[in-house]
Structures are given as C-alpha cells and as structure tokens.
C-alpha cells in the first residue's frame, strides 16, 4: 500500500501518552457513533469492508498499542488503512507513530496517493494540544508559535539539528497586522500539523533571526521559509535546499490552495522517510503477512464471476452425458 500520511514523535516521559491516546480515540468513536472500546484488544467488524484492529502488549520496555482501521473510502476503487501506534515508557522518552495508507495506484514511488493531500487525523491534532511531542529536539505543536528574541537560541538548535525528520517552517509577518495574519498561518499549515514545526517572526525578531542566520539562510520579510533538517550555515550549497514561498506567490495564490501545495509536498516527502529502525523492529513482530487491498465492491465483482462460473458448471453437468447404474 502507498502512505499518504506518515507522522512519527518522540513524546517526553511522564505523561499519560496511552491513557491521552485511547481518551481522543473514544471521543471520535463516539462522534461517528461506533459503539466500541478503543482501550480493550480484539477485531472488531463494523462492516462487510470496515475492519478495526486494537493491539495492546507488554513491548520495548513499555506499553504499545496499536489501533488500525481498515475501511473503504468515498472513492469506489479505494480502501483506506488508517494505523495509530503508541509506544509509552515509564522513564524514557516513548512515540506515536500515526500513518494512512490507500492502495499503490500513485504516479511515482512514494508520491501521495493520487496527487492528493490526505487530512491529518483529528485524533492526532487533539493530542499535540494535549502531549509535549517533539521531532528531534524541535517542540510539536497543533498550530504555529511565536517566537521571541530569547527564543532564537533554541530556535538555532532546532533548525541544525541533524535527527529532525520534518521542516521547520519560518513564516515572516512582514507589513501584515498581526490578527490577519496569525489567522492565515494557521490556515497555510493546516495540512502540516504533525509533520513539522511552524515560526512566526514580528518584524524585530525576524531582524534577530536574519542576522544569526546570515544573508543565505534568512527569511525575506513576508514570506515563509522552509528549512530541512541539518541546517549547515557554513555551507554555501546548503541555502539551496531550504525554499522560500515568496511573495508574489502568497498575495497571488488562494490560501486553502497554498496549504494543500504544501501538504502534498510534505506528504510525498514523509512517504519518502523510513521510520526510525528501534520502531519499525517493535512493531514487526506484531504484523502478519500483508493481504492485498482488496474493497469490497471489488470482491463483490470477483463472486459475481465465480457465481456465474458455478452457473455455467452446473448447466453443462446437467446437459451432459450421465453414467446409469443398475
């Protein structure tokens, strides 16, 4: 199956991470009116083609649990599997790792399905206002922040550090007043949260930030600059990799279609980043072999032809030469 959304956090030891997960789960459950415990293990059929697996063991040190929904979507040719795993340790730093995949029918490999922007599951935007997440040593949270001169600092370790998986996003106020324009960085990163860490900068901190950066690395004012991880200001190469969203492109360009540019290209970019090897071998020993994605209006075509087959048979059984016996 292709990944059309992929996020995966380190969460600081000390919190109620499964406890907070399972709450946010139950809440949506009971939204969508599915009358099941996201706490209690088993498989559960809500449908002919809607599966939910729950998944809880004694694992790496902690507790992990995984929730998965196997389930068709609006489309009639796609089947959706939605997967939350959580891994929580009493003392060291535990994960969430959160993933969406549909059937492989993408252009190229690791691009997003369908040239689509698939939505951040609402259940993990509810935890990051919730959990202290971190990518790296970069603080997750559900929409962008602030930041002060004091912060900048920080904000440097963040931008060099080389085990952050996603952007960080300098987003630049410029001339805008500051209501307007919080209101649109919110709506710009809507399709980002969980896959990075967005900044704001008033015009005085963008000054202090433009100068500890330096002229190649800086964020023009009113733009938003997206910086990968391992920021080499010594490099004279490395500006190359950090893009600016410019101007002209922002004031010219819907917001909501800005967001989606953005969310796909991060999303194709997460497909693209293999989850950490610790993870990936706790969760293996927990996957059975992987069954073709198959919906359920596909399976009724395949008994249609089966049922037809039968039918055929039996006519040519009855029509047939038959052996008498005494």
Not at 43 to 72: E, F, K, M, N
Not at 136 to 146: D, F, L, N, V
Not at 233 to 246: A, K, T, V, Y
């Amino acid at each position: 199956m292709a990944v059309g959304f992929r996020s995966f956090l380190r969460v600081a030891p000390g919190q109620r991470l499964l406890d907070t997960v399972i709450e946010h789960l139950g809440t949506w459950l009971a939204s969508k009116e599915i009358h099941l415990e996201a706490g209690r293990a088993g498989q559960y059929v809500l449908d002919h083609d809607d599966l939910v697996t729950i998944l809880r063991s004694q694992a790496g040190g902690g507790q992990l649990y995984r929730w998965r929904r196997q389930h068709p979507d609006a489309q009639p040719r796609d089947v959706w599997r939605t997967t939350i795993t959580v891994l929580e340790r009493p003392d060291e730093p535990g994960w969430i790792w959160t993933e969406i995949e549909t059937r492989d029918d993408c252009p190229a490999l690791g691009e997003a399905p369908f040239n689509r922007c698939m939505s951040v599951p609402s259940v993990l935007r509810g935890l990051l206002a919730e959990i202290e997440a971190l990518d790296g040593r970069t603080e997750i949270a559900p929409s962008p922040q602030w930041v002060t001169l004091g912060h900048l600092p920080d904000l440097m370790d963040y931008l060099a550090d080389e085990t952050r998986r996603g952007p960080v996003y300098m987003i630049s106020q410029g001339q805008q007043p500051r209501d307007e324009f919080e209101r649109w960085a919110r709506e710009v990163t809507w399709h980002l949260v969980g896959m990075g860490s967005a900044f704001l900068l008033d015009p005085a901190v963008e000054a202090g930030f433009n100068e500890m950066m330096g002229t190649g690395h800086a964020v023009p004012p009113g733009t938003m600059r997206t910086y990968l991880p391992n920021v080499n200001l010594d490099d004279p190469e490395d500006p190359l990799r950090h893009r600016i969203l410019g101007r002209t492109r922002i004031v010219g360009t819907d917001t909501r279609r800005l967001a989606r540019m953005l969310g796909r290209a991060e999303r194709d970019r997460a497909a693209n980043t293999p989850i950490p090897e610790d993870a990936q071998a706790l969760v293996a020993a927990y996957e059975t072999i992987p069954l073709p994605a198959v919906s359920w209006r596909e399976q009724q075509r395949r008994l249609r032809e089966l049922e037809a087959e039968n039918d055929r048979l039996r006519e040519a059984l009855a029509t047939g030469p038959h052996l008498l016996t005494a």
